[in-house]
């Protein structure tokens, strides 16, 4: 998964959960933020951050904001890369056999599914994001999640396999875990899911400022 244009800039503020000013060479630049939840300790005044400039010359924001530098980490935190980034990894051949049809936003009845993959039976796959980091071991969610809490009980009642990928968008972390101080509601359905015979996977991912590629399996502690 690959940013076409990136410029590095530093955080001042975020005025709300779609835009935040950014110092780009000597000026402020407003720019939009690729994630809607809260990020309150990765975008801090002074931050490093990663602008990937927009190819519709009709928008009202010429950059998305899509990583930051949190010491010596670079996180990616564009909402739409964990979803592009196991797309990618799935149709190389991981998890599925190859050749296996991956097709994502997959509708099931009234609910959509982020990956179906036909092998030949349908298996459903959600793929969750994670960007918040407490001394090497990484949460999900970084704030409640009611969505989130409903796909995993649609998956443990769905009658073939399922999976739910956490895509932790950094390296070189702990394990990951359920955020149960944030939304224990989301904690519990994980660990019914899990009972239920859903498949829970993490994986972390190569980051640099112009992309993010899956990497390597993360422990998982429920």
């Excluded at 060479?25 to 602008?51: F, M, S």
């Excluded at 010596?72 to 990894?89: F, K, V, Y």
């Excluded at 959509?112 to 036909?118: E, L, N, T, V």
């Excluded at 073939?160 to 519990?188: C, H, K, S, W």
Aim: hydrophobic share 45%.
């Amino acid at each position: 998964m690959k940013y076409d244009s990136i410029k590095e800039g530093r955080f001042i503020d975020r005025p709300n959960r779609f835009i935040a000013h950014v110092e780009l060479a000597g000026r402020v630049e407003t720019v939009h933020v690729k994630n809607t939840g809260r990020c309150r300790e990765l975008l801090v005044p002074g931050a490093a951050v990663y602008l990937a400039e927009g190819q519709n010359p009709a928008r009202k924001t010429r950059y998305d904001l899509v990583a930051v530098r949190k010491g010596e980490r670079l996180i990616n935190m564009d909402s739409q890369a964990p979803n592009a980034a196991a797309l990618e990894w799935l149709r190389a051949g991981h998890l599925f056999p190859a050749g296996t049809e991956i097709r994502p936003e997959y509708t099931v009845g009234d609910s959509r599914f982020d990956i179906a993959a036909f092998t030949p039976e349908l298996a459903l796959l959600e793929v969750k994001g994670v960007t918040l980091e407490r001394d090497g071991v990484v949460l999900f969610p970084d704030a409640p999640t009611a969505r989130g809490t409903k796909h995993l009980r649609e998956l443990a009642a769905f009658p073939g396999e399922t999976y739910v990928l956490f895509v932790i968008q950094m390296e070189n972390v702990r394990y990951f875990a359920p955020n149960e101080e944030t939304d224990p509601a989301f904690a519990a359905a994980l660990r019914a899911a899990h009972a239920a015979g859903v498949h829970i996977l993490a994986y972390d991912c190569k980051v640099t400022p112009e992309s993010m590629t899956l990497n390597m399996p993360v422990e998982i502690r429920l």
